[in-house]
C-alpha cells in the first residue's frame, strides 16, 4: 500500500512538471544591426517582418513562440507589422541597451507605422523609435486595430511619436503597460494635443486599461487619453508625468477607476487656456482638470488617492504675466462630490528635486500665448539630439528622499514610477498588500478545491483557455475551451479522487496548473 502511494504521489509530482512543460515556449532569435557599427545597415531592414514571414510554417505547428530581438542592436523597419497571431517578442537576457525599433524607408521612400495589430501582441524590454532620416515623426506607431485583442507592453521605451505611444482603435480592446517609459512624444513645434502615451478613444467601449510604474517625460498630450467611450476599468498606478502640454489624465467615462500613488508634475503647462474639449461634456469644468474625468455613475466605483500634483514657480510665472490663463484644477469635481470626506486624500502639492530632466520649454508656451494661429512655434520637446536635450537613458527621474512624496504612497513607499527608485520596488513586488501583480497565473482564481460538481474559474485577464484535467494515472479525461471571465466547469461525470488540472492560454501557453481533489 506504502509503495501504491508513493508511485501515485510520484506520478502526481511527474505530472505537473509535464503540464508546465508540454508546451514549453519555443525561441526564435531574430538578428539585427550591431549598435558598434560595422557591415550594411540595409541588410537588416524589415529583419522582424522577414523572421515572421519564415517562422510562418512552423508558427501554424507550434504556436506557443516568442521572438528574441537582441540587445545593442538596431531593427530598421520599413514594412508594419500587422500580425494575425498572437505574437510575443522581448529582448535578449542580459544587459546593454534595449534593441531598437527603428523608422526605415522602404523601396518608394516612405515611412510605415512599427505596429498594426490585428491579434494579441506582449512586448517586453523593447524600444520602439519614431523619427525618420528625413526628420519625419511617425504618427501612432504602435495601434491595436482589432476588436477585443489585448495588448501587453512590459519595460517598454517610446521614443518619439506624432500622434500616441500606444493607441487602440477597436472597441473591447484591453491594454496593459508596465514599467514603461514614454519620452518627447508629440510634434515639434506644433501646437495641438498630438502626443499622448496611452491613447484609447475607441468607438464604444473600452474594457480594462492598466498603466502601472511607468513615466512620460515631455508629452504634448494627454498621458492617457479616453474619448466618447465606456471603459469598464481603468488603473492607473505609481506613474510620474513630468512636462507636458496638456498631459493630464483624460479618463473620461470609467465605471471603474483607480488613480493612486502618482506624481504629476507640470503636467498642464499650457494652463487654462480659453479652449474646450469638444469630448467634454461636464458642465463641471470651468477650469480644465489635470485629475479628470467627463462622467461618473452611481454604480462607478471611484478610488483616488496619494497623488502629488504641481506646477512649478516658473510656470505660475509665467502664467502670471496673461490675464487670460488661470491654473487648472487638480481633481475633477465629479470626483470630489463622489468621494465625500475621503476628497482630502485625493492630491497634495509638493514641489521636488529630480536628478536629471529636460527643462521646462518655457519659451514654447509663451510664443503660443502671443500668437496663438501661428503655424511654428520653438521646440517642446526633450530630444537628445538638441542642445540642452536627453536621450530615454540619459533621464532620471528619482528625486529627493527627504520628501513627503518619498514615503506618502501606500506601504510607505515613494509616490510616482518606483523603477527609479530599485530598492522601493522591490519591497513593492514582495507585498501582496501593495503590489498588483501582473499577467500571470496568480490572477486566475480555481474553486472550491476539494470540488463536488462543479469548479468555477476566473480567468482575470485571459480569454479563450483551454481548462485540461487528467486523472492520476496521466490519462485526460475532459478537455475544453472557454471564452474567458468567470466559467463554470462541469464535475459530474467524473468520479471522486485527485486529478490534475491544467489551464492554457489561446496561444498554447499554461498559465495555471494545480491538483484537484473531488469529494462528495
Not at 527643462?359 to 521646440?379: D, G, R
Request: proline share 4%; charged share 20%; hydrophobic share 40%.
Amino acid at each position: 500500500m506504502k509503495k501504491l502511494l508513493l508511485f501515485n504521489f510520484l506520478s502526481l509530482i511527474l505530472l505537473i512538471g509535464l503540464c508546465f512543460n508540454a508546451n514549453a515556449q519555443r525561441e526564435v532569435v531574430i538578428e539585427g544591426y550591431p549598435i558598434t557599427g560595422g557591415g550594411d545597415l540595409n541588410k537588416y531592414a524589415d529583419a522582424i517582418t522577414k523572421a515572421l514571414a519564415a517562422d510562418a510554417a512552423n508558427r501554424a505547428k507550434d504556436p506557443n513562440v516568442v521572438y528574441i530581438l537582441n540587445r545593442n542592436q538596431l531593427y530598421p523597419n520599413a514594412t508594419t507589422i500587422k500580425n494575425t497571431f498572437v505574437l510575443r517578442m522581448k529582448a535578449s537576457s542580459g544587459s546593454g541597451a534595449l534593441p531598437a525599433i527603428i523608422q526605415w524607408a522602404n523601396s518608394q521612400g516612405k515611412y510605415s507605422r512599427h505596429l498594426e495589430a490585428q491579434e494579441d501582441v506582449y512586448f517586453e524590454n523593447i524600444q520602439f523609435e519614431n523619427q525618420a532620416a528625413d526628420g519625419s515623426i511617425q504618427v501612432r506607431s504602435q495601434r491595436l486595430v482589432a476588436n477585443g485583442i489585448r495588448g501587453v507592453f512590459k519595460g517598454c521605451v517610446f521614443y518619439q511619436d506624432g500622434g500616441g505611444a500606444i493607441t487602440a482603435w477597436a472597441d473591447s480592446i484591453k491594454i496593459f503597460v508596465y514599467d514603461c517609459f514614454a519620452h518627447s512624444i508629440g510634434r515639434v513645434g506644433e501646437n495641438n494635443s498630438n502626443g499622448r502615451f496611452v491613447d484609447a478613444r475607441m468607438p464604444t467601449y473600452c474594457d480594462s486599461v492598466i498603466i502601472q510604474n511607468c513615466t512620460a517625460d515631455h508629452l504634448n498630450g494627454a498621458f492617457f487619453r479616453g474619448g466618447s467611450a465606456i471603459t469598464g476599468y481603468l488603473k492607473i498606478d505609481h506613474c510620474t508625468m513630468i512636462n507636458g502640454r496638456t498631459g493630464e489624465a483624460n479618463m473620461f467615462r470609467p465605471k471603474e477607476l483607480i488613480f493612486t500613488n502618482n506624481l504629476f508634475v507640470n503636467s498642464r503647462t499650457l494652463g487654462e487656456f480659453p479652449t474646450r474639449d469638444p469630448l467634454d461634456t461636464n458642465p463641471d469644468h470651468a477650469h480644465d482638470v489635470v485629475i479628470d474625468v467627463d462622467t461618473i455613475w452611481n454604480i462607478s466605483k471611484v478610488t483616488v488617492r496619494n497623488n502629488n500634483v504641481y506646477t512649478t514657480k516658473d510656470v505660475k510665472d509665467m502664467w502670471a504675466k496673461y490675464d487670460t490663463i488661470t491654473e487648472p484644477l487638480k481633481v475633477d469635481p465629479l470626483i470630489q462630490r463622489m468621494l465625500g470626506a475621503d476628497s482630502v486624500n485625493t492630491a497634495f502639492e509638493e514641489v521636488l528635486t529630480f536628478k536629471n530632466l529636460c527643462s521646462t520649454p518655457l519659451a514654447y508656451y509663451e510664443a503660443i500665448y502671443k500668437t496663438p494661429s501661428a503655424t511654428q512655434f520653438p521646440n517642446q520637446l526633450c530630444l537628445g539630439t538638441n542642445p540642452g536635450g536627453l536621450f530615454p537613458d540619459q533621464v532620471d527621474a528619482s528625486y529627493n528622499t527627504n520628501s513627503k512624496s518619498y514615503t506618502a504612497a501606500a506601504g510607505g513607499l515613494p509616490l510616482g514610477d518606483l523603477n527609479w527608485f530599485p530598492e522601493k520596488k522591490a519591497i513593492w513586488l514582495q507585498n501582496p498588500n501593495v503590489a498588483v501583480k501582473t499577467l500571470n497565473e496568480d490572477r486566475i482564481e480555481v474553486y472550491p478545491n476539494p470540488a463536488t460538481d462543479k469548479l468555477f474559474i476566473n480567468t482575470g485577464d485571459f480569454s479563450n483557455v483551454n481548462v485540461v484535467l487528467f486523472n492520476i494515472l496521466g490519462k485526460e479525461v475532459k478537455n475544453t475551451i472557454y471564452n474567458g471571465g468567470n466559467i463554470e466547469v462541469d464535475l459530474s461525470s467524473l468520479k471522486q479522487g485527485m486529478y490534475i488540472y491544467r489551464i492554457s492560454d489561446s496561444g498554447k501557453n499554461t498559465i495555471k496548473a494545480g491538483k484537484l481533489l473531488i469529494s462528495r
